[in-house]
Each structure stands twice: as structure tokens, then as C-alpha cells.
């Protein structure tokens, strides 16, 4: 993943009356990377992506697409922003293809072959010349991913771009988005409240509430074991004699034990020592696994349990 910065805020703050909605946020999106905003319901995640692409003003700040400022350079920044905010904005009465090539004649250079590409990577191949009345929710989404990426965009930014999906649409959307900022370089943006599919998704999280920034945060960081002592929950038998070979090789370690093995708080590193002390001691081991917290764990604590939206 390139360092080169595709997306820039800088304190960017909106209040409506005497109220804060998004208060000094800031934060960087590097090229080729895919990363998620979460918060609590009215946390100010909407009210930000509509700021980044010039449909709502701001009381104060900046955002720079590229080095180039939303604020004063508006059509320029907006040439490589792809975006779909809420729902995509598509005529029913239209075939799909025929909505792409209505926005395509609104760009220069988007050329037929650049639409085929567009409705391939989406794979929507075999319905794109149905009229989009005819089309579920989430064929609409894939349409509106589809357009959002005809220009070719550095940055691609999508506000709930699950909503309606079935399972097998989000695994294929999330699969598109992580090849599409591996392969060619995009940076993504994506507001979601489906923790463990943004778990999947992204590279690193921003978490905000009550319109600041709480944390930001890699997936990996977020997600791999604690510094510490760590919970191991192992199924083995004997159970008895497993716990026994565990706190004979570290003592202190067992700390509950029921008919199908035990738990264990042992430093990360040792647990292979573990595994091979309860192999030496003929123990028959079926599955050793180190808790983690989920993201969905970790946001909860960030936020205190803050509604997700």
C-alpha cells in the first residue's frame, strides 16, 4: 500500500445553531487502502460524508482530495471522488446501462469499453440491459458502486453500501472493494454499522462519537490478542490430567476446568509451550484457541456501549 494521501481533514467542524454536530475532526485516508467509519447513532458519520463531497457546508475546517480543497476547488476535487450517500440516485425507467451511459456523457473520457469494465467488475453482466424497475436493492447498490467508479476515482466513498444486500451480495461487494483498492490503487471510504463485515473489510477504523474522533485505529491491532496474559480455552482428555500437565509446566495458568478440558491465562507466546506440555503428558488434544476481542468488542468499550447506526 502506497503512503502518497488521497483524502484530508483537517479540523473539520460543523454546527448547526448552538449545536455540535462534527466538532474538529481530523484524519488521512492513504491511497490503496479501505477504511471504515463507525459510531453511535447521531455520532456525526453521515453528516461528515456529505461535508467530504461538498453536499452539505462546512461551519469550519478543510477537507483535501489529492492536496486539492473541497472547499475552494470544488469541481476539481470532485473529478476524483467516486461517492454513494444513502441510496444511489438512478432512473427506474431506464435500462442499467443506460443509466451509466447518461452519467458517463456528463464526464469526458468515459469511454463504452470503461462502462463494460464497470458493469463486469459489479457483475452485473446479465441484467444490465433491464430496465432498473426490474432490479432487487441490491442489484440498485451494485449499479450505484458501478457509477461511483466509471471515472476511475482515487477515492470511492460509500455511506452503508451493504443496505439490502443478501450475504452472498456483501461478500461479493467486499471482496470487489478490497480488490479494487489492492489492484488499482482507490482508497476507499466506508461508513457501515455491520461490525463483523467491516472486520473483514478494512485496513483500519475511525471510530467517532458525539461528532469527535475517538480513535483510529488497523484491524490488526484491533483484533489480535492483548498485550499480557491472554484466555486460552482448551479442549482436551483426560480433562483432569490436561489441567494437571498445564499448571505443572506454568504454574498458575488453569484457572476453571469442566468435563471437556480447561481455561488457561498464559502470556501469548507460551502457548505453544502449552500444547507440548500436554502432548508429553499423553494427552489427547482436540482444539486450543486464544481469545480475541472482536471489533465489535472493542468499539463497544470505545463508545461505552453507544448504539450502533
Do not use: W
Not at 460543523?14 to 454536530?21: A, D, E, M, Q
Not at 451493504?162 to 471482496?175: K, S, V
Not at 468435563?259 to 482436540?286: M, N, Q
Amino acid at each position: 500500500m502506497s503512503d502518497h494521501t488521497v483524502v484530508q481533514l483537517r479540523n473539520v467542524t460543523k454546527k448547526i445553531g448552538s449545536k455540535t454536530i462534527v466538532d474538529r475532526l481530523s484524519f488521512d485516508v492513504p491511497r490503496g487502502e479501505v477504511f471504515g467509519f463507525l459510531g453511535p447513532n447521531g455520532a456525526g458519520k453521515t453528516t461528515t460524508i456529505r461535508m467530504m463531497v461538498g453536499l452539505m457546508a462546512m461551519t469550519e475546517g478543510e477537507v483535501l482530495v489529492n492536496g486539492i480543497s473541497v472547499n475552494k476547488r470544488f469541481e476539481e476535487a470532485m473529478r476524483h471522488v467516486g461517492a454513494i450517500v444513502e441510496n444511489p440516485e438512478l432512473y427506474k425507467f431506464l435500462t442499467g446501462y443506460q443509466n451509466l451511459l447518461h452519467f458517463a456523457r456528463m464526464i469526458p473520457g468515459i469511454t463504452r469499453e470503461r462502462i463494460d469494465e464497470a458493469v463486469a467488475l459489479v457483475k452485473l453482466d446479465n441484467r444490465i440491459h433491464d430496465k432498473v424497475k426490474t432490479y432487487s436493492l441490491g442489484m440498485r447498490q451494485r449499479l450505484g458502486v458501478a457509477q461511483a467508479i466509471l471515472h476511475k476515482p482515487d477515492v470511492l466513498i460509500l455511506d452503508e453500501p451493504t443496505n439490502g444486500l443478501d450475504p452472498e451480495g456483501i461478500r461479493e461487494l467486499r471482496d470487489y472493494l478490497r480488490r479494487l483498492a489492492k489492484e488499482e490503487g482507490t482508497a476507499v471510504i466506508v461508513s457501515s454499522h455491520l461490525l463483523s463485515e467491516m472486520e473483514l473489510m478494512c485496513d483500519r477504523v475511525a471510530v467517532i462519537q458525539n461528532g469527535r474522533l475517538v480513535d483510529v485505529r488497523a484491524i490488526r491491532d484491533m483484533v489480535a490478542p492483548a498485550e499480557g496474559n491472554v484466555e486460552v480455552a482448551v479442549v482436551a482428555a483426560p480433562a483432569d490430567r490436561a489441567a494437571q500437565a498445564a499448571a505443572e509446566a506454568i504454574p498458575g495458568c488453569v484457572v476453571g476446568t469442566d468435563g471437556s478440558g480447561f481455561t488457561a491465562s498464559v502470556p501469548y507466546d507460551r502457548i505453544p509451550e502449552l500444547v507440548r506440555a500436554l502432548v508429553r503428558a499423553d494427552v489427547l488434544v482436540y482444539g486450543v484457541k486464544a481469545a480475541s476481542k472482536s471489533l465489535e468488542d472493542q468499539f463497544l468499550e470505545l463508545t461505552r456501549g453507544g448504539q450502533i447506526v
